[in-house]
């Protein structure tokens, strides 16, 4: 009984602890919830929105909107999530991630370290000068000579393969090795300065104006138009599969076929425009005209025979090619001291890549190799200027727009210096923009249609590749206003490379640049809304 009667007690013991664990265990969760509670208030973000923010985060945001300061980039990024207000990290170092690390820390670049690179670009801006003038510029001049094709043919196929690599190598290594958005930012950073930039180094190396067909240039500007187009189509949604990425493929192909008919199809579009306007005879007086016009320019140049437009370049015997170690016996200092400074240059080329005026059979293979050495060319130039940037706390998007943009479009800037130089200035806009074509075609499309099959042969949930669209609409207008000005300042300059026309087109470049970074960094609208991940 007694045994029975503690038994008893002992049972009601236990409930009464239980029931005080509970209620214990209840007050501290609601504790807890009243502690969050009471940090977080309410708070109207710019869009008029009433969400919820520590008090620390709001003090943050209002002492920036009242304070300035010389690194607005620096400055608290938001975002809301569940309607709650929350800090984000406000630089993106994937573009870094994307290269091999840097040979020094961070506090030793910042002590005199990065000199190293910048250094080394400029060795590297030398190296794809030698490149470009002695070995790839020549082997398209042989491929325009052997295969019979106009040289605006051969800068909007062959030459803009070759100069395009750069960004399919960037693109490769994001998209299989980063799972960044790198490669798509460095394209479209690098769009601007090969629209305007290059046509505007064009224009001021011009030594007379010089004429260019207009129908090439028009060409090439609807077709990258549309492909600009398409491009939004496919990345509005965020994601990329495959048939999309296939359709990209596709239209590389039709890229080609178009280019190599372009001939004939400017030929029809003639035969149906006299045919349905039966202006034939206008037509043909017109062209007299524009003939006759060729030989004088504007009303400053009539008197001048050395500012004559020149007519087909003929053909001129190949110059003397020096040998590599042939000292440059009784020339100047400064001759003696560039022949030491590209000595390595000339023999590493002299090793790897077979000369196309020596070995012109093999050519084909120069070519090839030219197509290598500027894509690794390229890629090192990205890598130190990336260095360089996160050095100084410049941000990706700014270095994407500036920095890695002429980096990525320096074989088609030394390019058209080469060629305006000699006179053939429209080959080099044609290069120009064959390229940003192809940098959407080929080295966007052809490695996204690659991934995505693989992971549509994987069986994987989602078969598709993630893409930062945000501020796509900012981007595309930017692209197609771009190259629209670039057309209608060619079709004001009556379609001649002059110095006047190359001034344009920079302060339209700086212009352009200028309002981007401004955006980019957040001064001008809503960095959330409109800014693009670079």
């Known amino acids: 009984m007694i045994a029975a009667t503690k038994g008893h007690q002992m049972e009601k013991y236990s409930v009464f602890v239980a029931l005080a664990l509970c209620i214990c265990a209840t007050a501290a969760l609601d504790i807890e919830n009243d502690t969050v509670a009471m940090g977080q208030i309410t708070y109207v973000n710019y869009n008029g929105e009433l969400v919820l923010a520590t008090e620390e985060l709001i003090r943050k945001l209002e002492e920036e909107d009242v304070t300035w300061h010389w690194t607005p980039w620096l400055r608290t990024r938001t975002k809301i999530h569940d309607n709650e207000l929350m ?6 170092r994937n573009a870094l991630e994307s290269f091999p690390p840097s040979i020094f820390t961070d506090d030793q670049l910042r002590k005199g370290g990065f000199l190293c690179y910048v250094l080394f670009v400029v060795y590297l801006f030398t190296l794809l000068g030698y490149i470009c003038n002695d070995y790839f510029i020549p082997c398209v001049e042989m491929i325009c000579e052997d295969l019979n094709i106009p040289k605006n043919v051969a800068a909007a196929t062959f030459m803009s393969v070759a100069t395009s690599c750069p960004e399919f190598f960037v693109n490769v290594i994001s998209t299989f090795l980063t799972d960044s958005a790198m490669g798509i930012g460095t394209i479209m950073g690098s769009a601007i300065f090969n629209t305007l930039g290059v046509g505007a180094i064009g224009g001021l190396a011009a030594i007379f104006p010089i004429a260019i067909e207009w129908k090439p240039v028009t060409r090439d500007v609807i077709i990258y138009i549309v492909n600009v187009s398409v491009l939004m189509i496919v990345i509005w949604d965020g994601q990329v599969d495959w048939y999309e990425a296939m359709v990209l493929f596709i239209l590389y192909i039709l890229y ?25 005879n206008n037509l043909e007086n017109n062209n007299n005209t524009k003939q006759h016009e060729e030989g004088i320019d504007n009303k400053g140049y009539e008197n001048n025979n050395s500012e004559k437009v020149p007519s087909e370049p003929e053909n001129i015997e190949d110059p003397p090619v020096k040998g590599v170690f042939e000292y440059p016996k009784g020339e100047s200092v400064l001759a003696i001291v560039w022949w030491w400074y590209t000595l390595p240059i000339r023999l590493i080329l002299f090793i790897t890549i077979p000369s196309p005026f020596t070995c012109r059979m093999f050519y084909p293979f120069a070519f090839f190799m030219c197509i290598v050495w500027i894509g690794a060319n390229s890629y090192l130039v990205s890598w130190c200027m990336t260095v360089i940037g996160h050095t100084f706390y410049i941000p990706d998007s700014v270095m994407g727009m500036t920095f890695l943009a002429f980096g990525g479009c320096l074989p088609e800037a030394c390019s058209i210096f080469i060629m305006s130089r000699r006179g053939e200035g429209g080959v080099g806009v044609s290069n120009a923009l064959g390229a940003n074509s192809l940098a959407i075609l080929f080295a966007l499309g052809t490695p996204w249609l690659i991934k995505t099959l693989v992971l549509v042969g994987q069986g994987a949930d989602e078969p598709a590749i993630v893409i930062d669209s945000s501020g ?3 981007v595309v207008t930017s692209l197609l206003l771009a190259v629209t000005l670039l057309w209608v300042i060619l079709f004001l300059g009556k379609f001649k490379l002059r110095k006047s026309v190359g001034g344009v087109l920079c302060v339209l470049y700086l212009i352009f640049i200028t309002f981007g970074i401004l955006v980019e960094i957040g001064v001008i609208f809503d960095i959330e809304q409109l800014s693009f991940c670079f």
């Open 472 to 474: 796509i609409a900012f």
């Open 256 to 280: 080609f076929i178009i280019i190599f008919n372009s001939a004939r199809i400017f030929s029809l579009v003639a035969f149906v425009y006299g045919k349905c306007c039966n202006c034939n």
């Open 87 to 92: 800090e984000i990290d406000c630089i993106d």
